[in-house]
């Protein structure tokens, strides 16, 4: 048995590729290697190219008509980038999502198990989101997902095509067998800066100190990303009773993977001293232009449907997130 993993050079998807693996499941990978690793296919049934080009699609399912789901991660996903160059991202998530659906349909490929993102939600008043939050994308990159989901549920209701997409935030850590990991050797989100002020000896500025959360600093669902892939092979295996074929309930599922509670800013600080040392400063600061207060996500119904809850620690993922920083220096080297 099979699954296709557009994105599967990337972050996330190489990491679903070697769940899946690991249980038996061999992973097909789809890649533009645009944003994607090439190292990361390695051992890999691997296809360069890109989601749009129906011939290569066609051609990777009739050499492996054992391909039973579609795992779609393949996308551009920085927030700042979207806002700076929104044709691109429309391009790249929305019209490239529709042309790989068409793919699918064409060859009769029903299921399909997206990537999405719970930046999508506007919080609730204590900060949570559900699958039943209101949409309110605040960024080309949250709406281009949105508007690719959108269009995703319309083609369920007219074809045969069924659809389950995970929604999560804030993705840390690494393969824990350090096999992938983050390509970026500077990443934005707050763990990657605390990494880099780590390495260079400075203080990590927690911006923002007075937001209305647990301790006034900015509170984030940081998941770690081997839990995300966990989810993603329990959602491939447990498909057809999340919707069955031809049954009568929507070919659409949205289910929301998270922690619970959150981490806060300060929290994550804490948990970095405990990895790495006392050493480890940290100063406040004014809250940047831009900065939110941030939303944790409400994983009741991962848990109902797949059976699912985060597992790793965020201490786990910290040290994840640094052997993997020194595996990559490495890896430069060599």
């Not at 929604?167 to 605390?194: C, F, V, W």
């Not at 600093?217 to 074929?245: K, N, Q």
């Not at 659409?252 to 600080?269: A, K």
């Amino acid at each position: 048995m099979k699954v296709l993993i557009t994105g599967g050079a990337g972050f996330i998807g190489s990491t679903i590729a070697s769940a899946f693996a690991e249980r038996g499941v061999t992973p097909v990978v789809l890649d533009s290697l645009v944003t994607g690793r090439p190292e990361f296919t390695d051992g890999r049934i691997f296809y360069r190219g890109d989601i749009g080009d129906g011939e290569l699609v066609d051609r990777i399912f009739r050499e492996h008509p054992d391909i039973v789901t579609t795992v779609h991660c393949a996308a551009l996903i920085v927030v700042p980038d979207s806002m700076a160059d929104p044709l691109r991202y429309y391009r790249v998530n929305l019209s490239k999502t529709l042309d790989l659906a068409g793919h699918l349909i064409r060859n009769g490929r029903d299921r399909l198990i997206f990537a999405s993102t719970a930046g999508m939600y506007r919080p609730e008043p204590d900060l949570s989101v559900s699958e039943t939050s209101a949409l309110e994308p605040q960024n080309p990159y949250t709406r281009s997902k949105m508007m690719a989901e959108l269009l995703m549920e319309d083609l369920t209701k007219a074809s045969r095509l069924r659809v389950v997409s995970l929604r999560y935030l804030n993705p840390i850590g690494a393969d824990p067998r350090l096999r992938t990991g983050l390509q970026s050797s500077k990443p934005t989100h707050a763990l990657g800066k605390m990494i880099e002020c780590h390495d260079l000896g400075v203080p990590f500025k927690i911006t923002g100190v007075d937001w209305p959360t647990r301790d006034g600093t900015a509170i984030r669902d940081y998941i770690h990303v081997w839990d995300i892939a966990r989810a993603f092979y329990e959602a491939a295996l447990r498909f057809d009773s999340i919707i069955p074929p031809l049954g009568d309930r929507s070919g659409y599922q949205v289910i929301n993977l998270g922690t619970g509670d959150g981490t806060t800013v300060r929290e994550l600080v804490d948990a970095f001293r405990e990895v790495v040392g006392d050493g480890f400063r940290a100063e406040d600061a004014p809250a940047r232009p831009g900065d939110v207060v941030g939303a944790f996500v409400d994983p009741a119904k991962a848990r109902d449907l797949l059976g699912w809850k985060a597992e790793y620690t965020i201490e786990d993922a910290i040290r994840h997130s640094l052997q993997w920083a020194e595996r990559r220096r490495e890896l430069a080297a060599s």
